[in-house]
């Protein structure tokens, strides 16, 4: 019989709890609070090939889900089927995502566009993207428990059914970029999304209800590098180098150190910070650069980076965030006809031009603007010149055939 997902509740039983094993920075907890065997394998299988903590994160929220949805089903994990990974994947897509406080699930507003920014709101619904993320996770945690056999012997998420033989790109033109001809069976098409950018005069408004030395250094670094918030809240003190403007970086993907340039008034502000700062906190060269302005004292995390930026945008009405800098950043190097693409690819650690070439797409502010002035052309262009002073309306009417008064 058909599972009747429409009468089915999924209990939030079970957790992602954060350690401070740097073996095991993450372990998913049942709901009797012992540690998920399986979970905790293929975890330090992703550790093992290099991916950072915060995707081992990401990796056991799309894990907690799914066994979540088990345990509602009565469904043990190595016996799950099409069936299970099918419902679960029409479950994600219609149901509600579980909200921290109840008295904002529903409403109204949800989803709906910014009135300063135009971004919309987040939707009550689970986004494409973590249902498209959720797919590929648990396709790639059924196939190391089928290597390892420990799991099915079937994947319950299986690829499309568009390839049953033969190779993918099998047929490839080396002078065209290469396609997705295998992906998920369940898993959604999410549409391409153009990057967001700040417009010069809303970033200085959200730049003046900054409260702090700290936070204007934060915000003007982001803005002048392009950095990821995690690569430039995990830098030292020996990382910053004011004298040649340079501050290093351990990019996200490749881990590798680099450094990147900001503006002269992104280290004014990081002086001033500093000096606030100076006796109070570590200053060695290993020490965070980064810290909490109360006692206790306290490396800055990004959580409390993002409640900073959060009470910036509250006066604003607006609903920018952090990664925004980055695409703002990147707008600005990549609009300026004197900077090559390329020197914008390294700025920003994109290991493909095609991933930075997104930036040289057209903001909608601009689009609206310019086609509003085509339209204004336009009705300028329709209207018929009017005729000079001194002549009399009725002889030309006789001349034309028309009224030019």
């Given amino acids: 019989m058909p599972r009747d997902l429409a009468r089915l509740a999924v209990p939030r039983v079970g957790s992602l709890q954060a350690t401070e094993d740097p073996f095991e920075p993450y372990r998913l907890l049942d709901p009797d609070g012992s540690v998920v065997v399986p979970v905790s394998a293929y975890l330090g299988e992703v550790q093992a090939c290099g991916r950072s903590v915060a995707t081992q994160r990401s990796y056991g929220m799309d894990l907690l ?6 345990w509602a089903v009565g469904v043990p ?9 099918r419902d679960f994947s029409r479950w994600i897509q219609i149901s509600d995502k579980p909200r921290r406080s109840p008295s904002r699930s529903g409403t109204a507003s949800a989803g709906a566009p910014n009135s300063v920014t135009g971004k919309p709101s987040p939707g009550a619904k689970y986004a494409t993207s973590t249902q498209a993320h959720s797919e590929t996770v648990l396709r790639a945690f059924y196939d190391f428990h089928l290597e390892t056999g420990d799991g099915p012997m079937v994947n319950p998420f299986p690829l499309s059914r568009e390839r049953r033989g033969g190779r993918g790109n099998a047929h490839h033109n080396p002078m065209e970029p290469f396609r997705h001809e295998r992906t998920g069976r369940y898993r959604p098409k999410a549409a391409e999304r153009v990057p967001r950018c700040i417009p010069d005069e809303k970033f200085d408004q959200l730049f003046a209800q900054l409260a702090s030395h700290r936070d204007r250094a934060l915000v003007a670094l982001w803005i002048s ?3 990821r918030a995690a690569e430039l809240l995990g830098a030292t003190c020996r ?4 004298g040649q403007q340079l501050i290093t970086v351990i990019r996200k993907g490749s881990r590798r150190m680099q450094q990147v340039p900001a503006s002269p ?3 004014v502000w990081l002086r001033l910070y500093q000096a606030q700062m100076h006796g109070l906190v570590p200053a060695g060269g290993d020490d965070p650069l980064w810290w909490t302005l109360r006692r206790p004292f306290r490396r800055l995390s990004y959580h409390a980076a993002r409640a900073m930026f959060v009470r910036a945008n509250a006066v604003l009405g607006s609903n ?5 800098l980055r695409h703002s950043a990147a707008y600005r190097m990549a609009r300026d006809p004197r900077m090559p693409l390329t020197d914008v690819q390294w700025v ?3 290991a493909l031009l095609s991933t930075t070439q997104r930036y040289l797409t057209p903001l909608p502010a601009d689009v609206i603007e310019n086609v509003l002035a085509f339209h204004e052309r336009r009705q300028r262009r329709e209207q018929p010149p009017k005729p000079a002073a001194g002549y009399r309306p009725e ?3 006789i001349l034309f055939g028309e009224d030019r008064s």
């Fill in 320 to 324: 920018w965030t952090i990664h925004d």
């Fill in 348 to 350: 920003l650690g994109h």
């Fill in 65 to 70: 889900r799914w066994f979540r949805f088990l």
């Fill in 265 to 267: 008034d992104a280290f």
């Fill in 395 to 397: 002889s030309l009417q």
């Fill in 239 to 242: 990382d910053a180098d004011p």
């Fill in 225 to 227: 590098t392009g950095a």
């Fill in 77 to 85: 994990w190595d016996q799950a089927t099409r069936v299970e990974a």
